[in-house]
């Protein structure tokens, strides 16, 4: 099956493309290579998908309708894997035009190539645990009621959904939309605290703790993530009966951790102790996210497994590799 990835050389876009690169599928991967943090990282993920047979890659803008104007087989697509987007809730406050321009221009562009594919394919795309705000109510369901995003990241990703929701009505365009929760991984992104935290430890530097450490994370290992896309892509989607064929599904670990306790197994992991800075909450952040994953599981047999010792482990065991490059 031919398949389009937005954000290919993204932490997550990389890691699903390797995955169905295994399973014999051909990929197509769009990403703008942009400076929001070193496009050396985005070159490196690229080096290790260009070498193989089955994929081709278009450096472009997907809020610019003629970067979609460059496949020249997109009517073979079957299946359209959406993760480019302008991340982060800090850089929203400071930063906010980028947001509106990759999340909702740039989610409204792939919208409208998908709907006017002669192949009509299936459409997952990328949407976030921010969307639930300073819900009160953990695990976090997707029946909640969603209408205080505390982050203008948020509010992007909440918007996403709406217009997803609006074409799937309007033109029946089948799509899932998938709200992540706190990945981490090798070949992540440096903007995350568990990369900020350990190059700061490393460098004898003091990490700032937010909350003064007072913080949950529902972290979810890139392996699990990846697993779940690729089930969702490659089975038949399921979608209730007489309504329009647009889902959302948490896609998280569904066991929230400490922020402390985070950062205790990150020290293990790196060998080394932290020095701690205590901060209040950040602008924009939440107090906890803790993913409801029933739906996911019941619907596609999503079942992460990674503990995160493990998967931090294997983290730092990549990075003091790739820093030492």
């Not at 709406?162 to 799509?175: E, I, K, V």
């Not at 490393?202 to 993530?225: C, S, W």
């Not at 503990?307 to 990075?319: E, I, N």
Request: with cysteine.
């Amino acid at each position: 099956m031919l398949i389009l990835v937005t954000g290919v050389a993204g932490f997550i876009g990389s890691h699903v493309a390797q995955a169905l690169l295994r399973q014999n599928h051909e990929i197509i991967g769009i990403d703008n290579l942009n400076a929001y943090y070193d496009p050396k990282l985005k070159l490196d993920r690229l080096e290790g998908l260009g070498n193989q047979p089955n994929f081709e890659f278009i450096e472009g803008d997907i809020a610019e309708p003629k970067t979609f104007e460059r496949l020249a087989r997109k009517n073979e697509i079957g299946v359209i894997i959406h993760l480019a987007a302008q991340a982060g809730v800090r850089y929203s406050i400071t930063n906010p035009f980028e947001y509106a321009h990759s999340n909702l221009i740039g989610h409204l562009t792939v919208l409208e190539f998908a709907r006017n594919l002669k192949t009509k394919p299936l459409l997952i795309y990328a949407s976030s645990s921010s969307v639930y705000g300073n819900n009160s109510v953990a695990p976090f369901s997707e029946a909640a009621a969603l209408n205080q995003p505390v982050s203008l990241y948020a509010a992007t990703k909440l918007a996403d959904e709406m217009m997803s929701y609006c074409y799937a009505h309007l033109y029946g365009l089948r799509q899932i939309g998938l709200r992540f929760f706190t990945v981490y991984g090798p070949w992540g992104r440096p903007d995350m605290a568990y990369w900020d935290f350990s190059e700061a430890i490393l460098e004898g530097r003091p990490i700032q703790v937010f909350n003064h450490g007072d913080m949950k994370r529902d972290f979810t290992y890139i392996d699990d993530i990846v697993e779940g896309i690729v089930r969702i892509a490659t089975q038949e989607p399921v979608f209730p009966i007489g309504e329009p064929p647009h889902k959302v599904y948490n896609i998280g670990n569904n066991q929230p951790v400490k922020l402390l306790e985070f950062i205790a197994t990150l020290e293990n992991a790196l060998g080394k102790k932290a020095e701690m800075e205590y901060l209040p909450m950040q602008a924009g952040d939440v107090y906890e996210t803790s993913a409801d994953i029933t739906a996911l599981q019941r619907d596609y047999g999503f079942a992460p497994n990674t503990p995160l010792a493990k998967g931090l482990q294997k983290f730092a065991d990549w990075y003091l590799a790739w820093r030492s490059k």
